[in-house]
């Protein structure tokens, strides 16, 4: 059962924002957070993005991938439009920092970003979004927008009591070094991407 475990405001490059840490225990070091914009009325439909932890993206700007640059630009739109970034600690598709190293080091020998897990002994994404529902009940969000691409993360709301008015998407433009990576995301997991 999650709980909130501290709070804060956190003046950011995008704005405002009050920060929720939720976890089970106090203790856990690595708890999911929600990053809620200053100008956020949560009485109307909350603008909301679920967004899965990327540290190689996020904080060292690796060009794999498009986690940091869609990170940035959810930042941005709910600061402009108000709204809230579920942060989940699902590293790497929730395999974990060193099985997703082990994996860029497969795909370096011509794997593909699911041929990698899977020769790994691990599920080509691993992430759950329940938790993500839990934190949006324990707020009191009845109806939100959901940023996203991700046709798994506009299912996870089915049944769940939330109303989904609309999908906004968040599209990043492809670069050499993440064009497969988009590509495959497009082709094998159905991500509802226009400029792949």
């Given at each position: 059962m999650l709980k909130i475990q501290a709070e804060s405001n956190i003046p950011t490059d995008f704005g405002?924002?009050?920060?929720?840490?939720?976890?089970?225990?106090?203790?856990?070091w690595n708890p999911h957070l929600v990053w809620v914009a200053e100008n956020t009325d949560f009485?109307?439909?909350?603008n909301v993005r679920f967004h899965s932890e990327c540290?190689?993206?996020?904080?060292?700007?690796?060009?794999?991938?498009?986690?940091?640059?869609q990170l940035d630009a959810a930042m941005n739109y709910m600061s402009e439009n108000g709204g809230i970034i579920i942060y989940l600690r699902q590293e790497g598709r929730n395999?974990?920092?060193i099985n997703k190293l082990r994996a860029y080091a497969l795909q370096e020998k011509g794997f593909d970003t699911v041929e990698a897990n899977l020769q790994l002994g691990l599920p080509a994404d691993g992430r759950n979004?329940?938790?993500?529902?839990?934190?949006?009940?324990?707020?009191?969000?009845?109806?939100i927008n959901l940023l996203t691409n991700n046709p798994e993360k506009l299912?996870?709301?089915?049944?769940?009591?939330?109303?989904?008015?609309?999908?906004?998407p968040l599209e990043i433009e492809?670069?050499?070094?993440?064009?497969?990576?988009l590509s495959k995301k497009k082709d094998y997991f159905g991500h509802l991407l226009e400029k792949v």
């Open positions: 405002l924002f009050r920060v929720y840490a939720f976890s089970e225990y106090e203790e856990d009485s109307k439909t909350v540290i190689t993206g996020e904080v060292f700007h690796s060009r794999k991938c498009e986690c940091g640059q395999i974990g920092i979004f329940d938790v993500a529902i839990e934190m949006l009940n324990l707020l009191n969000v009845k109806a299912k996870s709301l089915e049944n769940s009591g939330i109303a989904l008015h609309q999908r906004i492809s670069n050499e070094a993440n064009e497969s990576y």
